[in-house]
């Protein structure tokens, strides 16, 4: 297996410092970008791993430009953590609504930086290869990463794919947001339950113009439930 690339867009010296040795230590590969515009060419020449991305930098914000890498379908799939100093609750949930996969404040420690990282990075590199799954007309295909709908195409950020394939394997039980954070997320990962809940409704936007959306059921005070009936 060849060694993951971590690109750092940062534009505070010592941060992208700090984290660069962390990584390094690692064994990690790391490319660093201080805006986004360097970042952008930096992914179209070699696409990295995972995106280490700071909320605010010159010129185009760490938002605006999460939101455009998850819009295309070539860079879609990065996984992303924000690495910013605005640790309001609403501002965590504005970061995972505008396509990252995970949220770190500043300031942080290395040892909990790398933990998510690699959690994230096992997370991408662990589904197995098994059959198709179906369910009303709607297909996962775990070996090609790919989600069809009445036969149409679904596009589905990497958390939501793994989200949907655990409820499409896991039907007509009642899982809490705890239990869905262990087994899609992994134990001994620093996310938040109201993250569940932001991917669950990235999720039911994707399968809304199909009309699948409502498989997707939420059971109050329980959790959620993938259910045909």
Not at 47 to 63: A, E, F, N
Not at 139 to 159: E, Y
Not at 183 to 208: C, F, M, P, S
Request: hydrophobic fraction near 40%; charge should be negative; include cysteine.
């Amino acid at each position: 297996m060849s060694t993951p690339t971590v690109l750092i867009v940062e534009d505070e010296s010592a941060v992208r410092e700090m984290v660069r040795f962390a990584l390094q230590q690692q064994d990690l590969n790391v490319q660093e970008a201080v805006e986004t515009i360097a970042a952008e060419q930096m992914i179209a020449q070699n696409p990295p791993d995972l995106i280490l991305l700071d909320w605010m930098l010159p010129g185009k914000s760490g938002i605006e430009f999460a939101r455009q890498l998850k819009c295309k379908p070539e860079t879609a799939d990065i996984p992303i953590i924000m690495l910013t100093a605005r640790g309001e609750e609403n501002d965590k949930v504005q970061g995972l609504e505008s396509g990252a996969d995970d949220y770190i404040t500043k300031p942080f420690s290395t040892r909990e930086l790398i933990a998510r990282i690699r959690a994230i990075l096992r997370r991408t590199t662990v589904m197995d290869d098994t059959e198709k799954i179906q369910a009303k007309g709607l297909s996962l295909d775990p070996a090609s990463h790919r989600v069809l709908a009445n036969k149409n195409p679904v596009d589905l950020g990497p958390t939501e794919f793994r989200l949907l394939h655990f409820f499409m394997t896991h039907t007509e039980r009642v899982y809490s947001r705890t239990q869905l954070l262990d087994q899609v997320w992994g134990t001994n990962v620093y996310v938040e339950e109201r993250t569940v809940d932001v991917h669950i409704r990235r999720l039911r936007k994707a399968l809304e113009p199909s009309g699948h959306e409502g498989l997707l059921q939420t059971v109050r005070g329980a959790g959620y439930r993938f259910s045909e009936g």
